[in-house]
């Protein structure tokens, strides 16, 4: 017997019960028969309907292992990126301390040559002003030494006589 006619059969028997006194819409059925109709049924369902309940379970349970699946992989990938944000933040702060290396040691360095420049400029000053008075000591020295040839003719003539075996043209 198909489930067609068992439901056919049910609906027959419904239609053949009687009705309770002033409650039209309640019948009195054989419950036996009922009972019987329904076991059929049950026992007469298309495999399909079997698969289908089958199939519906699986799928909620894959649903749940994707949900699961899905939550892991986000857990995992939003540590990933703490992770890479710490590095970046990591990559950030070294170059900020490798150019606060760099600005302080080009600005040590500038300052270095300027001071350097300014201990020559001192020293070239230094050393001009030495030659400077020496020049004027050997001005001094040589004026001395002229007003003493002019005083003193004897001098002069030794003087101008060539010394050692040196030439005249050659001068010293």
Do not use: W
Not at 33 to 48: G, S, Y
Not at 52 to 60: L, M, P, S, V
Not at 138 to 154: D, F, G, M, S, Y
Request: aromatic letters at 2%; proline letters at 2%.
């Amino acid at each position: 017997m198909s489930i067609d006619e068992i439901l056919d059969e049910m609906d027959e028997l419904l239609d053949k019960a009687t009705s309770v006194p002033f409650v039209s819409h309640k019948k009195i059925l054989d419950g036996e028969r009922m009972r019987e109709l329904i076991n059929d049924v049950r026992l007469n369902m298309p495999h399909e309907l079997k698969e289908a309940k089958k199939i519906e379970f699986d799928c909620q349970r894959i649903l749940n292992e994707a949900k699961l699946n899905a939550e892991a992989i986000i857990r995992k990938a939003e540590e990933r990126a703490a992770q890479i944000v710490s590095k970046e933040a990591i990559v950030t702060d070294a170059k900020k301390k490798a150019m606060d290396i760099l600005t302080k040691a080009q600005t040590a360095s500038k300052n270095l040559q300027q001071q350097a420049a300014m201990s020559v400029a001192k020293m070239l000053n230094d050393t001009e002003t030495q030659y400077n008075r020496n020049l004027t000591d050997i001005k001094r020295t040589k004026e001395k030494l002229q007003v003493a040839l002019k005083n003193n003719p004897a001098l002069q003539t030794s003087a101008q006589t060539p010394q050692n075996g040196q030439k005249q043209g050659n001068k010293q």
